[in-house]
T-cell receptor, first 111, second 114 residues
Framework: KNQVEQSPQSLIILEGKNCTLQ??????????LRWYKQDTGRGPVSLTI?????NTKSNGRYTATLDADTKQSSLHITASQLSDSASYIC??????????FGAGTILRVKS | DGGITQSPKYLFRKEGQNVTLSCEQN?????MYWYRQDPGQGLRLIYY???????QKGDIAEGYSVSREKKESFPLTVTSAQKNPTAFYLC?????????????FGPGTRLTVL
């Protein structure tokens, strides 16, 4: 069964600190993996996309990594800001362009 | 929100009523999607359409219906047959069928059944 699991479910950090969110997947065949940011009450917005041949991809203070062998991805946020408070969703694209969504990690950045 | 609009933002429904959620896009995208989001769960696909006048059931289509009469519009009707309709509904669109083509999401509609 295609699944995407994210951890932790929620996280609270102080402004300026770094954090890392995890994503494990059992999707086959694998096409690509995206990280989305979803602000409360809004639609998700894509942060990064990686294919199986890419190990890392950056978008400003966001850096995603992918290990296709262990089927794990992480999203590292550097020097967090209050505006980083959101849900971060890992999405894996499977055969036939079917998207499998993780439940998300809720991040709260405190001042 | 990438040129996708959803209305209304909040919707309240009495049990037994049908309601229709609007989704419009001006991105000239061929494919459009409806998802349901519940707390603690990943987005689940309700219906999708790859071209005008054609649509396919997703994973949780029961109790929902759609139409695709125009490329820009993909309304979702939540019928009284949907037993637990309270959720956040997201519409998305995508250009073409390439695996790396991004899905752009609308701002969502929160439906509450009273």
């Amino acid at each position: 069964k295609n699944q995407v699991e994210q951890s932790p479910q929620s996280l609270i950090i102080l402004e300026g600190k770094n954090c890392t969110l995890q994503c494990n997947y059992t999707v086959s065949p694998f096409s690509n993996l995206r990280w989305y940011k979803q602000d409360t009450g809004r639609g998700p917005v894509s942060l990064t996309i990686m294919t199986f041949s890419e190990n890392t991809k950056s978008n400003g203070r966001y850096t995603a990594t992918l290990d296709a062998d262990t089927k794990q991805s992480s999203l590292h946020i550097t020097a967090s800001q209050l505006s980083d408070s959101a849900s971060y969703i890992c999405v894996v694209s499977a055969e036939g362009n079917k998207l499998v969504f993780g439940a998300g990690t809720i991040l709260r950045v405190k001042s | 929100d990438g040129g996708i609009t959803q209305s209304p933002k909040y919707l309240f429904r009495k049990e037994g009523q049908n309601v229709t959620l609007s989704c419009e896009q001006n991105l000239n995208h061929d494919a459009m999607y409806w998802y349901r989001q519940d707390p603690g769960q990943g987005l689940r696909l309700i219906y999708y359409s790859q071209i005008v006048n054609d649509f396919q059931k997703g994973d949780i289509a029961e109790g929902y219906s759609v139409s695709r009469e125009k490329k820009e519009s993909f309304p979702l009707t939540v019928t009284s047959a949907q037993k637990n309709p309270t959720a956040f509904y997201l519409c998305a669109s995508r250009r073409g069928q390439g695996p790396y083509n991004e899905q752009f999401f609308g701002p969502g509609t929160r439906l509450t059944v009273l």
